[in-house]
Structures are given as C-alpha cells and as structure tokens.
C-alpha cells in the first residue's frame, strides 16, 4: 500500500537549468533547477508515457556533436492500444495508479499556476535595487512543499489554542520560542539571526525614563511614548536615507533578533485572520539594506505564518528601508532610544527572556 505521506513527499517538480528535463525531485535545489511550468510538464509526460521520471531517470542530453539524426533514427517502442494509451493532454486524468506532485496541490495553488500569479514585491531585481545587501538565495514559501508550509499554521494555531486558554484561566501563557520553528531551504524563522536577544533589540516605543526626553512626550493610555519621529529626524540630520513604504514578500526578510515571543506573534495572527488589512497589522516596519527587520520582528512573523496557511491570498509585508547595513544600524538605533530615555521591554510582561530557548547564534 502506498502511503500518503510517501506521495507528499515528493511534489516538487522542477526543469533543470542546465539540460532542460522535467522530473520529480524529493527537494527543489534553487541553484540547479527552475519550478516547472504546466506547459513542460505536460510535454514531459507526452515524452515518457504519460508519467513524469524522478531524479536519475529524466532522458540524458546528447553531448556536443554527437549525431542526433541516428538517434532519431532508432526504432520506436510499439505503443500501447489506444484503450490503454496514457492521456498526453492537459486537465486529463493521469493512468490509474499513477500520481505526480501537482495532485498533491490545492486549488488555490492550482489557479495561482494557472494564472501565473505572483507574490507582491516578488521581482528578485526590485528587491535588490529596494535593498542591495539583501539574500535571495533561499527558497521562498511558494517554493516549499504544502505540508512544509503547514508546520507552521499548524504550530501557530497550537499556540494560539494554548494562549486562549491560558487566559481563559486567568494564566500567563507558556513562553515558547517561534525561532524553534524553521523551513530548511528558507530563511523562516530565524536562520542567519544576528544573536541578538530580544531584550538588547532597539526600542521607539515604550515606557519612559522618569527625567529622560522622552518623558516630555505625549503618553498614550498605556503610560507609552512614541519616538520614532525623532528616530527618522536624527536619520535625515546624519544624511541616511529612508525610503517611502514599500510592499515587499515577508519571506524575504531576515530575523535580527533569536527569539519571537510565540503568544504574541499568536495574537496578531488571530487579528489577521479576522481582517488581513487590519493597519496596526500592516503598517511598514523598518529594515535594513540588507533584509534584515530592525523593529517590527512580531508582525513580520504573523504575517508570514498568514501566508504559509494562506498561499492563495498572500499579505505583502510594509517596510521603511533604511539606507544602512544591519550592524551598524542596531547600533545607532540603540545609542538613539538610550539617548531617548525608552526603557527596553522584556520578552514577556514580568519575566525575562527564557535564554535556554534560544537557537545558537549561527556564524
């Protein structure tokens, strides 16, 4: 009996870059191959059958100067009578028994392809005019299998069950750590992170020091004050450069701190589900030149756990670049919010970062 899980684990049918085959691979490698289009994919069926080949079985590419005509020559394999001849036409069922990767996707994904959809912000080049330091190497989400995407809405709406019902018992959530959670191939959650604990990230929101500058600043009901105009004011007076908000693909970006505070992201998940254009969701977070998240690491998390559940409706994600590299900029942005006077928050009300959580930072 063939198992299900079997099937899902090979979906991912891709076009060599270097020979042009068409097969089924266990993983796509972006370095060597192309998603495959419903047009090559159709044709490479015609070409073996009616079934796509894996990896090792795709037909060889004839070397520089060897004679094509002879192969051609070459007898044909007697074909199969017409009752059971394979269907070489596109949207026909293939022959019974026989199941490729694109059975395994959903509608919504089907129409994507169809349609040759894109994600906003997806055009690699933009990206890099946008952010010239940044890596697009790894996989995005629409390039991860369906049932790699769903690990994450899965343990999203773990943690969002897990908070309701803490607070429906009166209790602090469990802190769990998103950064845990990762896609191999892909940046999501936390991979290439500076290290940085959540506590030591720069703040332009919070609580004020009692005598600081920003204790002069209007306070919100929570007692809070906002900087960030000064924040982008001291920016312009050191000449660096912010852009106007720009629509961007959220799995593109990178985590600069090691943890994500799972309860929190949790929440504002919940909000998008109930309206994914909520502003306080999606307004623009800063980042670097270099792709990397200065402020805004919880909404940038929720957002991509939205896209991952939701692939047929993806949420572009907002941000304000600021013409800097990641380090220096954490720097200048930390030496700003102590010159403020905004005290720095702990990773969860009334406890500090659980540090044992924390990944290792990577080199």
Not at 106 to 128: C, H, N, V, Y
Not at 302 to 319: F, G, L, Q
Request: hydrophobic share 30%; glycine share 8%; proline share 10%.
């Amino acid at each position: 009996m063939i198992k299900l899980l079997d099937l899902l684990r090979e979906d991912d049918i891709v076009k060599n870059k270097k020979t042009g085959n068409v097969y089924v691979v266990k993983q796509m490698d972006p370095a060597k191959h192309d998603k495959a289009t419903p047009d090559e994919i159709d044709k490479a069926k015609a070409k073996s059958g009616g079934v796509l080949p894996k990896v090792g079985q795709e037909p060889s590419t004839p070397k520089p100067g060897a004679n094509t005509q002879a192969k051609s020559q070459e007898p044909k394999v007697q074909s199969k009578p017409s009752g059971d001849k394979p269907s070489t036409q596109p949207n026909q069922t293939p022959p019974p028994g026989k199941l490729s990767g694109a059975d395994f996707k959903s509608s919504a994904e089907t129409g994507i392809q169809k349609d040759k959809l894109q994600r906003p912000g997806a055009d690699d080049m933009k990206l890099k005019n946008l952010m010239p330091g940044i890596d697009t190497s790894k996989k995005t989400l629409d390039q991860v299998s369906p049932i790699e995407r769903l690990s994450v809405s899965t343990k999203i709406d773990k943690l969002v069950a897990m908070t309701d019902k803490a607070r429906s018992n009166g209790e602090k959530p469990e802190y769990y750590n998103l950064c845990q959670v990762s896609i191999p191939g892909t940046h999501l959650y936390c991979d290439g992170n500076l290290g940085i604990d959540r506590n030591d990230m720069p703040q332009f929101k919070g609580t004020a020091r009692p005598g600081s500058p920003a204790d002069k600043l209007p306070k919100n009901e929570k007692g809070e004050v906002d900087t960030e105009e000064f924040f982008k004011q001291m920016l312009d007076k050191k000449g660096i450069k912010v852009s106007e908000p720009q629509a961007v693909p959220p799995d593109r970006l990178r985590a600069t701190q090691m943890n994500l505070v799972g309860d929190k992201v949790a929440g504002m998940y919940t909000g998008l589900e109930a309206n994914p254009q909520d502003p306080n969701l999606t307004a623009p977070i800063y980042v670097s030149n270099d792709g990397y998240v200065l402020d805004g690491h919880h909404r940038w998390a929720a957002i991509v756990a939205y896209n991952a559940k939701n692939p047929d409706k993806p949420i572009p994600m907002n941000v304000r670049v600021i013409d800097q590299p990641i380090k220096p900029l954490v720097k200048m942005s930390n030496d700003f919010a102590d010159h403020m006077g905004i005290e720095k928050k702990a990773a969860v009300a009334g406890q500090g970062t659980p540090q044992q959580q924390a990944p290792e930072k990577k080199k």
